[in-house]
């Protein structure tokens, strides 16, 4: 399988029309005419999809008297789906990574987590409050527990920068 072969077949299935006519023709050999019928296009519309679908190696068109019956060619399909199962055995190692990883964070949690871990030394209530509810993200701005900006390098307490201006 050569990349163009696959770039042909993914771009033939980007189109949800194209993918009906797939669909349609897994159930058997059909007609420009008869594939037309459930869609709101004319059929020189609905050859254009055939022409792309060919030309992908996903149909090929015969002859038969006076029909022309399109058929599926499952071939580049299959070719896809092998591809796309490459893939799998590494989204499968990245999970059960990250699962081994979770089993071991909740295997060794006893209390709290630590960024909430109280501090050594007494603090007030209201500055503990403060500090549980005020994070910094590295940016110099300070931001609530719902990430809205709260103070920080060149902002005014009101709020009311550049940004609040606009509003």
């Not at 058929?71 to 499968?92: C, F, I, N, T, V």
């Amino acid at each position: 399988m050569t990349a163009d072969v696959l770039d042909a077949t993914f771009a033939a299935l980007a189109d949800p029309t194209r993918r009906a006519i797939l669909a349609r023709l897994a159930e058997g050999e059909a007609t420009v005419t008869e594939l037309a019928a459930p869609f709101a296009m004319t059929q020189p519309g609905v050859s254009k999809h055939l022409r792309v679908l060919e030309r992908a190696g996903l149909i090929t068109r015969g002859r038969d008297a006076q029909r022309r019956p399109c058929r599926l060619q499952a071939g580049p399909l299959k070719d896809a789906m092998e591809w796309l199962a490459s893939y799998r055995q590494y989204w499968e190692e990245s999970y059960q990574r990250l699962d081994d990883l979770l089993a071991e964070l909740e295997a060794g949690r006893s209390g709290p987590p630590a960024a909430f871990e109280e501090p050594e030394e007494p603090e007030e209530p209201e500055e503990r409050h403060h500090r549980l509810r005020m994070r910094d993200d590295g940016s110099g701005e300070r931001r609530d527990g719902s990430g809205r900006r709260r103070g920080g390098p060149g902002q005014r307490s009101g709020g009311a920068g550049a940004e609040g201006a606009a509003r």
